[in-house]
């Protein structure tokens, strides 16, 4: 099975901030990569899919780039409504195994 | 507007079973792949199982193999997924979630509320 890993861990960013995470494969997966932002107590919310897509609603400071094994997400101004947990997930065949996770918040 | 609305979860021994519901709205349920996840306390996503549209296609991930299964109702509209064989370890938030392609899978577009499972003496 692929297995995917984040870093960092946790980052603790200021308000304006340009925060950049980082998710690998350990195998090739093209573009078929998620990512989730999940608040504190609430349910996980797609925020971009197929590595660059970015899903309806999902405001424009945040971006998704990488195909292949090496993939990033990017919030171009952090924003204190940012403060959660962001996950990699692969999503091209089962099982659809996601990321241990990073943890964002305001410095 | 689409709905995921789970029910089942509760206080289970060790070895005992459980079966989660995920009742659906506000999509064609029988045109799309669903997954459950899991989130332990205080831990990450776990990506647990999934069915595809036609029910024809299920996968599971490692941990639980053999002792999970998963089944969906076309005509309620209902998802499943029947725990049995329970470790302390499967104590968690389980989710439903949609996935946002019908031929393809995809990421998981819309999830549940969550509904939790303790599995303690």
């Known amino acids: 099975d692929i297995q995917m890993t984040q870093s960092p861990s946790s980052l603790s960013a200021s308000v304006g901030d340009r925060v950049t995470i980082t998710c690998r494969a350990s195998q090739g997966i093209s573009n078929y990569l998620a990512w989730y932002q999940q608040k504190p107590g609430k349910v996980p919310k797609l925020l971009i899919y197929a590595a660059s897509t970015l899903q309806s609603g999902v405001p424009s400071r945040f971006s998704g780039s990488g195909s292949g094994t090496d993939f990033t997400l990017t919030i171009s101004s952090l924003q204190p409504e940012d403060v959660a947990s962001y996950y990699c997930q692969m999503h091209n065949s089962a099982p659809f195994t996601f990321g241990p996770g990073t943890k964002v918040d305001i410095k | 507007e689409v709905q995921l609305l789970e029910s089942g979860g509760g206080l289970v021994q060790p070895g005992g079973s459980l079966r989660l519901s995920c009742a659906a709205s506000?999509?064609?349920?029988?045109?799309?792949?669903m997954s459950w996840v899991r989130q332990a306390p205080g831990r990450g996503l776990e990506w647990v199982s999934g069915i595809s549209g036609s029910g024809g296609s299920t996968y599971y991930a490692d941990s639980v193999k053999g002792r999970f299964t998963i089944s969906r109702d076309k005509s309620k509209n209902t998802l499943f997924l029947q725990l049995d064989s329970l470790r302390a370890e499967d104590t968690a938030i389980y989710y439903c979630a949609k996935h946002l392609s019908g031929r393809n899978w995809g990421a998981l577009d819309y999830w549940g509320q969550g509904t939790l499972v303790t599995v303690s003496s």
């Open positions: 506000g999509f064609t349920f029988s045109s799309y792949a």
